[in-house]
């Protein structure tokens, strides 16, 4: 069964951090770029990070650049989201998704048509 698997997800308090992960299973990730997205209760999903299949191009939304790290091990098939410095507009529950379009420097856009692949999802919340 292909799928992709995130965890790391919980409760932090303001200035705490967490590392996402997200797992592959039944393909190969390295074939992919991926992206992670979230969402919060009753807003749109938006997109977070992006980061190339080999891991030399990443992409960062602005209200997360400087406090959030997108990285990958191909060799452990799974990406990983380092997020530091987390403040309550952060709570939402975050996606991780894989696009397979592109060449491996590609870093896809956040456009849902872009990708063939998503988890389902693992909550973060931030608060004291």
């Known amino acids: 069964q292909l799928q992709l698997v995130e965890s790391g997800g919980g409760l932090v308090q303001p200035g705490g951090s967490l590392r996402l992960s997200c797992a592959a299973s039944g393909f190969t990730l390295e074939a992919y770029a991926i992206s992670w997205f979230r969402q919060a209760p009753g807003k749109e999903r938006e997109g977070v990070s992006s980061?190339?299949?080999?891991?030399?191009?990443?992409n960062y939304a602005d209200s997360v650049k400087g406090r959030f790290t997108i990285s990958r091990d191909n060799a452990k098939n799974t990406v990983y989201l380092q997020m530091n410095n987390l403040k309550p507009e952060d709570t939402a529950v975050y996606y991780c998704?894989?696009?397979?379009?592109?060449?491996?420097?590609?870093?896809?856009?956040?456009?849902?048509?872009?990708?063939?692949?998503w988890g389902q999802g693992t909550q973060v919340t931030v608060s004291s």
């Open positions: 980061i190339s299949r080999r891991g030399t191009n990443t």
């Open positions: 998704a894989a696009s397979p379009y592109g060449s491996i420097w590609y870093v896809p856009r956040f456009l849902s048509s872009e990708y063939t692949y």
